[in-house]
């Protein structure tokens, strides 16, 4: 291969083919060890099916080898992902849309010869506000009489973590990063509570796929009963009609109706909204990255036009979010789980597969409101590394100073000791003045707090 092509970091598993970049642009490797698998995704038109539906993310086919390989077939180029995102990041809603697309996407497939030789959420993106499949060779041509090979997979990584949320409240972000591959069948038996047991579709995904793990094979002992189209069928509308029903029980959170309960005037959220909207009536941006979005209030004011990722660490919050999002059909926005003291690390073989989140991209403008005094106070991180931490991330910030006057300064403090002498706003000023230059400030009625607009220093 010519040394200047490497395959992505993450894309070396498949002998199909492959990642890599070239001058800046994404390509992907069409071996022609897949030239069968491939013709047949073309010729049939699931491919077109599927991009048409928007289920699949298009890409158009590139008549030149760059690899200067032997077993080259075909190079393609897929569109380009505006942001990348991992399940440990989605909240229940955006993994129950990611399965049904991955179900939908293998059904439309046995219609057309074909099935899905993987099935797992790391070939899933949501991309202008919808979950499509990103990995154009994880179609293979169906034989009739064999087992579905993806389909233990499809149930650790999306039905196992979502009916532990459904029946146990359990986070499905948290799931995942703890089982990155997916949730093995006999823990999700060992945390489902009994009665889940007297389901049949949930008996025949889960309990007896635990009941026979670690068991010998029975296919090397005597002949297994062939599993038909018809059967294919049944299996993924089960699984299809299972995942669709299933919610997550009703929660409050301290965070999830933050602005409903704030003990702050109605005032000062509508004057905070004003001031905010108007700053970026005046900016030219393309990227916005909003942590601490709670539910997108401040993310929804940007234009439509920009990338928005709006992140929060509680995970109702950006369930909500997305939930409304899907409602109003805004798709420039991407809501993400994020916790900013432990956000998502690299992760995956040399840890090189998935790429730390603050390291996917350099947004234009940031947003930190009603955020500072959690990361100062709850989290004893100094004024100098927020002020450094956010001028690696963007290059224009719209933040918010909240005094120790503030009443959700005062009770934090309640019940513990104030060691915060440099929580003032002299030594914020200061601390952000050594690599942002100070653009607007203003006092936000209604409130002592302050709304400040930065520049990166070049």
Request: glycine share 4%; hydrophobic share 40%.
């Amino acid at each position: 291969m010519n040394q200047a092509i490497k395959p992505h970091a993450a894309s070396f598993r498949d002998p199909s083919g492959f990642v890599y970049e070239k001058d800046g642009i994404l390509y992907r490797f069409v071996s022609s060890a897949y030239q069968s698998a491939y013709d047949l995704l073309q010729s049939s038109g699931l491919a077109d099916e599927l991009i048409k539906q928007k289920k699949l993310l298009p890409f158009t086919e590139i008549n030149e080898n760059h690899t200067s390989r032997a077993d080259w077939y075909k190079t393609l180029q897929p569109q380009l992902l505006p942001f990348v995102s991992y399940a440990w990041e989605w909240s229940f809603d955006q993994l129950k849309d990611a399965a049904l697309t991955t179900l939908s996407i293998c059904s439309a497939a046995l219609k057309k010869g074909m099935i899905l030789k993987d099935a797992t959420h790391t070939n899933i993106q949501f991309v202008n506000g919808r979950a499509k499949l990103i990995d154009t060779l994880s179609f293979e041509r169906y034989t009739e009489g064999e087992p579905w090979v993806a389909y233990r997979q499809f149930c650790e990584c999306f039905l196992n973590p979502l009916l532990l949320a459904a029946y146990k409240g359990m986070e499905v972000h948290k799931l995942l990063l703890s089982y990155p591959d997916g949730v093995p069948a006999a823990s999700t038996a060992n945390l489902l509570p009994f009665k889940t047991k007297l389901k049949p579709v949930v008996y025949l995904h889960v309990h007896l796929h635990a009941n026979l793990s670690g068991k010998a094979d029975v296919s090397t002992t005597k002949q297994t009963k062939k599993v038909t189209l018809k059967n294919m069928e049944q299996i993924i509308q089960s699984l299809h009609d299972c995942i669709s029903s299933l919610t997550l029980p009703t929660q409050q959170t301290t965070w999830n109706n933050y602005y409903d309960e704030t003990i702050l005037s109605d005032q000062y959220l509508s004057e905070k909204k004003k001031l905010v909207a108007a700053w970026l009536g005046e900016m030219n941006y393309t990227s916005v990255i909003d942590l601490g979005a709670n539910e997108g209030e401040f993310s929804l004011l940007c234009k439509k036009e920009a990338l928005v990722v709006a992140t929060d660490f509680d995970s109702a919050c950006i369930n909500s979010l997305y939930t409304k999002l899907k409602a109003e059909k805004l798709q420039h926005i991407i809501p993400l789980i994020v916790d900013l003291t432990y956000p998502s690390s690299s992760l995956g073989w040399a840890n090189a597969e998935r790429t730390a989140f603050f390291k996917r991209k350099t947004f234009d403008l940031g947003f930190a409101l009603a955020l500072i005094h959690h990361l100062a106070i709850a989290k004893n991180i100094s004024f100098n590394q927020i002020a450094l931490f956010f001028s690696d991330i963007c290059n224009e910030l719209i933040i918010e100073f909240v005094p120790k006057t503030d009443p959700k300064v005062k009770g934090m403090l309640q019940w513990r000791k104030d060691i915060f002498e440099l929580y003032t706003e002299e030594q914020f000023e200061k601390s952000f003045g050594e690599h942002f230059l100070l653009k607007k400030k203003t006092a936000v009625p209604g409130s002592e707090r302050t709304l400040y607009y930065y520049q990166k220093k070049q």
